[in-house]
């Protein structure tokens, strides 16, 4: 019996097909967010270039996704490495993600006050218990790296009690810009078209570095948490000059799950082949194809440590004016936790090395 061609010709192809239609979810952030709108599809090209299939699919940010990937292993996520150290005990511990990509792009904090007092962390730090820091929601990433920056210096920043959160960044922006003793926190790329900057300025206020020796000292699995970076916040014009602040920034993170789900339903050889093959890409490979963040990468350059020093000085030249305050602090929480009334911050877990082991983001946001 002769076989038909076009069968011979199906079965052939059947054969050197991929032994897999296997799709991948790569959970973002808003949908208006960079996350979403201009990293993922670059890393969904290059899925697709590796002989799978891959969705871009919002999230609230950050912990969200780990909380996803932690759910189903196969999943890849955006986020901060500054998260993903605070947040990877809830989920299991470190040991649950695999790092895929921790490429040259960085995130930075900002501290947007109209207080002239305010002009250094280290005067944050100090100020902390008489100052209201509005934050974006409480699920986003910059809400999640204030905690942070409680938990690793509680007797500075973590002594701040009155916190209450906006319904986005812009908000908490104009919350701050509008009131006394008031700083907003936030997380975002250190782009200086960006309008939060001169509303800022608009609004009389200045932003505030967010650099201390206690935040570039944290790791993660032996890497830094934290770099200090000069940041354009204004470009120069025919007026005037441009405007750069030294500030800390954590990198921007693509992970997936470590282990193996038992429940077997997941093609788990499938998944090893593609986080391989993105793990050897190139940086540029899995930049947005917009020109935005080739710009901000140009403007902004990290400090090296003796750079960084004359910065980090500033800080602890305002903390050492208030050194009898600290020592208040410190005698106060030893006399809580020996009468058992343990400050709220004492009873998560401890951190990996120095730290500890989303984000809904409106338009602009990651």
């Not at 973590?158 to 104009?174: K, L, P």
């Not at 014009?237 to 429940?263: D, E, H, M, Q, R």
Request: with cysteine.
């Amino acid at each position: 019996m002769r076989i038909p061609a076009w069968i011979l010709s199906a079965a052939a192809a059947a054969i050197s097909a991929p032994a897999t239609a296997q799709d991948f979810v790569i959970n973002t952030g808003g949908e208006t967010g960079a996350y979403h709108g201009q990293f993922c599809p670059a890393l969904r090209d290059q899925i697709k270039k590796a002989g799978f299939e891959a969705t871009c699919q919002t999230s609230a940010g950050s912990t969200e996704n780990m909380q996803r990937v932690a759910k189903n292993p196969a999943d890849l996520g955006y986020g901060q490495l500054d998260v993903l150290a605070l947040k990877a005990r809830e989920f299991g511990g470190s040991s649950t993600f695999r790092r895929l990509r921790m490429d040259d792009v960085r995130e930075c904090i900002f501290a947007v006050t109209r207080d002239k007092g305010l002009d250094s962390y280290g005067e944050l730090a100090v100020r902390a218990d008489e100052m209201r820091v509005v934050l974006p929601p409480e699920q986003s990433g910059s809400a999640a790296t204030f905690r942070f920056l409680q938990k690793i210096d509680p007797y500075g920043i973590g002594r701040t009690e009155n916190i209450i959160h906006a319904a986005n960044t812009d908000e908490a922006i104009r919350i701050a810009l509008n009131s006394d003793a008031t700083v907003a926190f936030f997380v975002q790329f250190p782009d200086p078209d960006n309008p939060r900057f001169k509303m800022a300025r608009e609004k009389g206020g200045h932003i505030v570095p967010v650099l201390d020796r206690q935040i570039l000292e944290q790791r993660i699995d032996g890497i830094p948490v934290y770099f200090a970076q000069e940041t354009q916040v204004k470009n120069a014009s025919w007026l005037s000059s441009g405007t750069k602040v030294v500030t800390a920034c954590t990198p921007l993170i693509v992970f997936t799950g470590a282990n193996k789900p038992a429940s077997g339903q997941t093609n788990w050889e499938g998944h090893e082949r593609m986080s391989s093959a993105l793990e050897k890409l190139r940086g540029d490979e899995l930049m947005p194809k917009q020109s935005l963040f080739a710009r901000v990468l140009k403007r902004t350059r990290e400090l090296t440590a003796t750079g960084a020093e004359k910065f980090v000085e500033i800080s602890e030249q305002a903390r050492d004016k208030a050194a009898p305050l600290f020592e208040k602090a410190r005698e106060a929480a030893r006399q809580a936790i020996e009468a058992g009334h343990d400050k709220p911050l004492a009873d998560e877990p401890a951190a990996p090395e120095n730290a500890p082991d989303g984000e809904t983001k409106p338009a602009g946001d990651p």
